[in-house]
């Protein structure tokens, strides 16, 4: 048997094609003479675009997220919490042997940080002056609900959130007081969880606007109202707490990209790799989405019709960045096909899987099974604009502030497409 090895060349506007193929007599009596070729194909032009979405639920928060961070190319991002806060029993006190003591809110570490934890932690505890309302079904980052324009209170500290430590912000006395006293009058407000909102619409924690990290907290949060017990000698500390349990909560997640290439991005529209440095981008919480068109795909098929795609990978290199402390890149990748509006058409089960290169940390990158997207192009009849959306995981896209820088097929470490093929 001799094996035959051919090279050929496929001619498409504006592609490159390089193959290695190899011919092989086996199943040529079904083919009337002719051999199946296997063919690599490894520079298809691929188009790299950012894109944002208008909106993001975050009204089933799996944290509180707060923090504002300046980033090297994507601008500002800032995230503040809003929630309620309720009880699980009415709430009563015997007025002649009870008196109040302090406040205060609990905050606890989940473990999520992002950016400089070394810099220093600012924000201020604002209460709520219109209720959480969900709007079409959800809460979403773009959702605005006003609060008091003075802070009930402020606090600045250096996170340590891998300890999982609780922060301890003190609260008005006012506050604590007027509870107690509605507690010590047997008062409808404190009677349940349902009045008390009617009463108390909840807080907001807002950043300050100071260059510094994104922490979260978890959703075991809780206000505590202190109030001495006279009943006993000595007399001992207890406490009221006002959870937020089932209650409203979400994060308000925004980015300011005014002083950056992305400046003219806004939903719907595309912000080409050309325009960013051969960069694209994601980044969790504020929407920013990766998009990646294979345009002359059909041009292949059309002077080439003996050709079938039998796998495809996509491989995708982060790009080198200022090191910033903290900044670590997500670990797998979520694949969408969306069409010209960047509107969802279908999603896969297929991963973007980060291969880490321990070692030189030069090779780091993503392999991309985007063969059942190339197979879906194929397929249409019509020419269209449809694209992959890459994004972290829907969770992850969500609740946190994950960025990723990448580079496109022009970049430093450039993206490329490799295509599979059987040639008959």
Same mark, same amino acid.
């Given at each position: 048997m001799k094996v035959l090895v051919q090279c050929m060349y496929l001619l498409t506007p504006l592609i490159l094609v390089s193959c290695n193929d190899t011919s092989s007599p086996i199943g040529s009596d079904f083919f009337q003479g002719s051999a199946?070729? $296997?063919?690599?194909?490894?520079?298809?032009?691929?188009q790299t675009s950012t894109i944002v979405f208008d909106s993001l639920v975050t009204g089933d928060a799996t944290r509180l997220l707060v923090g504002y961070h300046v980033d090297e190319d994507l601008g500002t991002i800032s995230s503040s919490a809003y929630f309620q806060i309720g $009880?699980?029993?009415a709430f009563t006190l015997d007025k002649l042997s009870t008196t109040f003591s302090r406040a205060e809110l609990r905050l606890i570490h989940d473990g999520y940080s992002n950016y400089d934890t070394t810099a220093r932690m600012s924000f201020g505890v604002y209460q709520l002056k219109q209720q959480l309302e969900v709007h079409l079904d959800n809460i979403y980052n773009t959702s605005k609900f006003r609060y008091a324009p003075t802070p009930m209170a402020t606090f600045s500290y250096k996170p340590k959130p891998n300890k999982r430590d609780t922060v301890y912000i003190p609260m008005p006395d006012a506050f604590g007081q007027d509870i107690i006293r509605l507690a010590q009058s047997s008062a409808i407000q404190v009677s349940s969880t349902f009045s008390f909102l009617d009463y108390f619409y909840g807080l907001a924690i807002v950043p300050d606007a100071i260059d510094g990290p994104v922490i979260g907290y978890s959703t075991t949060a809780e206000v505590r109202v202190y109030y001495i017990d006279n009943t006993v000698t000595p007399s001992v500390e207890k406490f009221f707490s006002l959870t937020l349990d089932d209650n409203l909560r979400y994060n308000k997640i925004s980015g300011n990209r005014s002083l950056t290439d992305l400046r003219d991005l806004k939903p719907g529209s595309n912000s080409s790799s050309e325009k960013t440095d051969h960069k694209g981008y994601i980044q969790s919480g504020a929407g920013l989405a990766l998009r990646i068109e294979v345009p002359y795909l059909r041009s292949i098929l059309i002077e080439h019709a003996g050709l079938t795609v039998v796998s495809a990978e996509l491989q995708i290199s982060p790009s080198r960045d200022g090191n910033g402390?903290?900044?670590?890149?997500?670990?797998?990748?979520?694949?969408?096909r969306a069409n010209y509006k960047n509107d969802?058409?279908?999603?896969y089960s297929q991963q973007g899987l980060l291969v880490e290169d321990y070692y030189l940390e030069r090779d780091t990158h993503y392999n991309v099974d985007v063969t059942t997207f190339i197979s879906q192009q194929i397929a249409l009849e019509e020419e269209n604009k449809n694209a992959l959306i890459l994004t972290t995981e829907n969770t992850t896209f969500r609740s946190t502030v994950d960025r990723l820088y990448v580079d496109d097929q022009f970049g430093e470490r450039p993206m490329k497409l490799t295509l599979t093929c059987l040639v008959y």
């Open positions: 199946i070729n $296997m063919t690599t194909i490894d520079t298809l032009t691929i $009880m699980l029993n402390q903290n900044v670590g890149i997500p670990i797998t990748l979520t694949l969408q969802y058409v279908s999603s």
